[in-house]
């Protein structure tokens, strides 16, 4: 649909003449593009069709059927939703530090180019916060060779450098060096929306020409040495998930895990992510299927306060991949080609591949399909209580949402774990002759089992997988049963896993002591 | 090497469940899928003993296994029910009257009491006038529309307490699934209840013991019991919109067969914002039947029938409530848009 050099969709007739001549396929296309446009508004020729909103220039690309824009209209329309985006929800602070997270890939590309043209802008529509970049490079999960992560990292590279914003690339291998208190929501240090208005004006008052001054220097960072041993170690992990569906969901948490620790740890205190609608109407039938119904709408809202101090902000949401193709195309945004777990795939290869081709095929049929999914997606919430207030011992160890396992009367889970018992024998299986009983009870960390049953006796596989069931979600848990063996986990989550049990041991100990309502986010 | 049933450990194997993946002989199954179902009954409290219950039949594999396990169920924990069985002929040749065979030969087996209403006397209406005047794409909102309605009539008229029907896990996550894809906030809140709320004269409760039960559980039961079923898909069906959402459910289901019980999870634990719009609960002033609006959509369908207007009902339509509660007529435009039908 897009010519190399650029031609728009419904040129005018003039230049259509001239295409004509040029070459037959263009023409041929140019001629279909007539004829399918001949059918839908009451009669008037493409070649004659006015933008739909100044109604002077001729139309140049058509988003949804009936809504024609000339290039002009649709790119103040563009620009204007992304500011519109982030001044109605009134979370980005004037002067905070927000980091953008760079995937390479159109969407994220767009973002950083409208945040690019926005803190570049005269003053009085500038926006007002401190950007930095960061990419994660995950070559080594999908196993390419170093010429080529090198390749990529420095085509990125370039393309950062001259935004003139400090960035950041790292390897997805650091998530193995992460420390626990990334799955800690730290507390927000984030004023409450009621005094946005407040912030504004204080800023304002202050004197924005200091800005310039408080940009940091731009980093020159080149991809750091990634040891052969870590990306071994990372290959494992990812390779101990038996499914694609578990590979795919491990990779965008350790992910999420890298980007949260950069941005706390260079004072960053929002996340931009650049997920499309498209994208994000693909997200919410995944996330469903993958059984996240009550985490849905902090992985699909426009912010996400699960980390605590970071908030997790996506202002491309109302775009279509359509509308981000189309104004990268037409304005010349750079963008890389970069390949991912589910690549060349086949359609049933995973749960994510699957749901994005259903999706896919279903818009070309009936073209409200993400839209309204997305709007769907729109009305959910969280379910139970706030995330600011739970407990840590409440959240998931991996993906730091609510837990949502508690199993009602007549529920799915309930269901599940009857079915589970009425198909095992009920007779319990021996546990193995105490030959683990010296190494269990002897090894530094303290035993988290009830002392003289003998459950801490059991193998330590057994112990470690059951006892890490307890602190997930329940999509977590389906992907961990996916995994040959828990052990393959970053030192990271299994250290906080273990802190949390012996906590929960020691509040069962005491339970009969603490009196309701005992503060224990100090 | 033959493999041994995982809950008994003596008798071999003879077929896997597609719910757990363990593989069980065909005892340890036929026990674990009616306990299954019991334990559902009882942890939601469905039943209360001395209660009159209509199984709704249709004859088909779900409604027969429905019957077989209710009625076994029954006299196994003393749930001291009354069973009957309610069946419903929408008039679709070749399909429904052989399914009705099916449900005639179950109520000699079963031995429970039948009843059958019919399109016809309810509406004056049958399938195959319907879909005539309609065409293939919207007429499953017709027949579902109707079928409700014309359950309720049947239990009514038989004095039944409570209905249950034989949906299944995959009807369920299908729902659900339908509903995000519609964008039906309302009825994606209300699909993975159990049982439905229970106010109302002109009502009567249905719920779903099989809601726990996959479809091939169903079938690998049916089978092994030797049921008697019919088993043809509705000649109308290939079109409807709920086809996306079953060919989706089923690459699921063979990706990771507990996707369907995921999908349900997700729907128990979906909770809608505070501030968003949702219908409330009267009575269509025609016919007295609950409905959100002024009137039911069983009665603008039928108007729209009856009127040769075969779009009136589908799509958006409050505004014209009042016109057809006063019996006025509809203007030419308004007639126009709603006459073009695309077959």
């Not at chain 1, 299927?289 to 970071?310: E, I, K, M, N, P």
């Not at chain 2, 593989?23 to 009616?34: I, N, Q, R």
Request: glycine share 8%; net charge positive; hydrophobic share 35%.
């Amino acid at each position: 649909m897009l010519h190399p050099d650029g031609c728009e969709i419904c040129a005018d007739g003039s230049r259509e003449a001239a295409a004509r001549e040029a070459s037959p396929w263009r023409s041929a296309r140019s001629a279909f593009w007539k004829m399918k446009s001949r059918g839908s508004s009451a009669g008037s020729r493409s070649a004659s069709k006015k933008c739909v909103k100044c109604k002077e220039e001729l139309a140049a690309v058509v988003i949804r059927a009936g809504d024609a824009y000339c290039r002009k209209c649709f790119r103040e329309n563009f620009i204007h939703k992304f500011r519109a985006m982030l001044g109605k929800t009134r979370v980005i602070f004037p002067g905070e530090k927000v980091l953008l997270a760079v995937s390479g890939g159109p969407s994220s590309c767009s973002m950083l180019s409208q945040v690019q043209e926005g803190v570049s802008q005269n003053a009085h529509k500038k926006l007002r916060f401190f950007p930095g970049i960061v990419y994660i490079d995950e070559g080594g999960a999908l196993g390419q060779c170093k010429e080529m992560r090198q390749k990529t990292t420095s085509e990125l590279c370039d393309m950062f450098r001259s935004t003139g914003f400090p960035f950041y690339i790292l390897p997805l291998e650091q998530v193995l060096d992460l420390p626990g208190s990334v799955l800690t929501p730290s507390p927000p240090s984030d004023q409450p929306g009621s005094v946005y208005k407040a912030a504004v004006d204080l800023f304002l008052q202050s004197g924005d020409s200091s800005s310039d001054g408080k940009a940091e220097e731009q980093e020159c960072v080149s991809l750091p040495a990634v040891q052969e041993s870590h990306t071994r170690l990372l290959q494992q992990l990812i390779g101990s998930a038996q499914t694609l569906t578990a590979k795919q969901d491990l990779l965008n948490t350790f992910r999420q895990h890298l980007l949260v620790h950069t941005a706390r740890t260079r004072g960053y205190s929002k996340l931009m992510q650049g997920d499309s609608c498209t994208r994000l109407a693909v997200k919410l039938l995944t996330s469903i299927s993958l059984g996240r119904g009550a985490q849905l709408a902090q992985d699909t809202g426009f912010s996400d306060c699960r980390y605590g101090g970071v908030t997790v902000v996506r202002p491309m949401r109302e775009y279509s991949a359509k509308e981000i193709a189309y104004y990268n195309h037409m304005f010349k945004v750079p963008s890389v080609v970069i390949p991912n777990l589910d690549t060349k795939m086949p359609d049933k290869a995973s749960i994510q591949r699957l749901t994005q081709n259903f999706v896919t095929k279903l818009q070309a049929d009936f073209h409200s399909t993400v839209s309204t999914i997305y709007r769907t997606g729109e009305k959910l919430q969280t379910a139970g209580r706030g995330s600011s207030a739970a407990e840590d011992a409440e959240r998931c160890v991996l993906c730091v949402c609510g837990l949502d396992t508690a199993a009602e009367e007549a529920s799915a889970l309930q269901a599940t774990l009857i079915s589970e018992q009425l198909s095992q024998s009920s007779v319990p299986v021996k546990p193995e002759p105490p030959a683990n009983v010296g190494q269990c009870c002897s090894s530094e960390r303290p035993c988290g089992g009830a002392e003289g049953t003998g459950d801490c006796c059991r193998s330590s596989r057994d112990h470690e997988a059951t006892d890490l069931r307890s602190l997930l979600c329940y999509s977590c848990r389906r992907t961990v049963r996916d995994m040959s063996s828990v052990d393959r986990l970053p030192q990271y989550v299994l250290s906080e896993a273990q802190r949390r049990q012996n906590r929960s041991a020691m509040k069962e100990q005491i339970s009969e002591f603490l009196l309701d309502d005992a503060d224990e986010n100090n | 090497m033959p493999v041994l049933c995982s809950s008994c450990s003596e008798k071999r194997a003879v077929l896997k469940r597609p719910k757990t993946g363990h593989s069980l002989c065909k005892a340890c199954f036929f026990w674990a899928f009616e306990e299954e179902v019991h334990q559902t009954i009882v942890a939601a409290k469905l039943f209360r003993p001395g209660e009159t219950v209509g199984i709704a039949a249709s004859g088909g594999k779900d409604s027969t296994v429905l019957a077989h396990v209710m009625k076994l169920l029954n006299e196994r924990h003393g749930y001291g029910l009354e069973l009957m069985l309610i069946s419903v002929d929408e008039g679709i040749t070749g399909y429904r009257d052989d399914s009705l065979e099916t449900v005639k030969r179950n109520q000699q087996q079963y031995e429970l009491p039948l009843k059958i209403v019919s399109y016809e006397e309810l509406y004056g209406w049958t399938m195959d006038a319907i879909v005539k005047q309609v065409g293939l794409k919207n007429n499953c909102t017709f027949c579902g529309v109707f079928r409700r309605q014309a359950l309720d009539r049947g239990a009514i008229m038989l004095k039944v307490d409570k209905i249950c029907t034989g949906h299944n896990a995959d009807d369920v996550a299908e729902t659900v699934l339908m509903n995000i894809l519609r964008g039906d906030i309302a009825r994606l809140r209300r699909c993975t209840a159990i049982s439905t709320a229970s106010e109302g004269d002109g009502v009567v409760p249905r719920c779903k013991p099989l809601k726990y039960a996959y479809e091939k559980e169903i079938v690998l039961y049916a089978y092994f019991k030797k049921l008697d079923y019919f088993s043809t898909e509705c000649i109308y069906s290939p079109n409807a919109y709920r086809g996306y959402a079953r060919t989706f459910l089923k690459d699921l289901e063979s990706i990771r067969p507990s996707s369907i019980m995921d999908i349900i999870h997700s729907g128990e634990n979906l909770s809608v914002r505070e501030g968003v719009k949702m219908p409330v609960q009267g009575t269509c002033s025609r016919c007295g039947y609950i409905s959100s609006q002024a009137l039911c959509k069983s009665c603008v369908l039928l108007e729209g029938l009856n009127r040769g207007l075969p779009k009136l009902g589908i799509g958006k339509h409050h505004r014209l409530h009042e016109k057809i509660l006063s019996q006025q007529p509809l203007t030419e435009h308004e007639q126009r848009k709603l006459k073009s039908v695309d077959f």
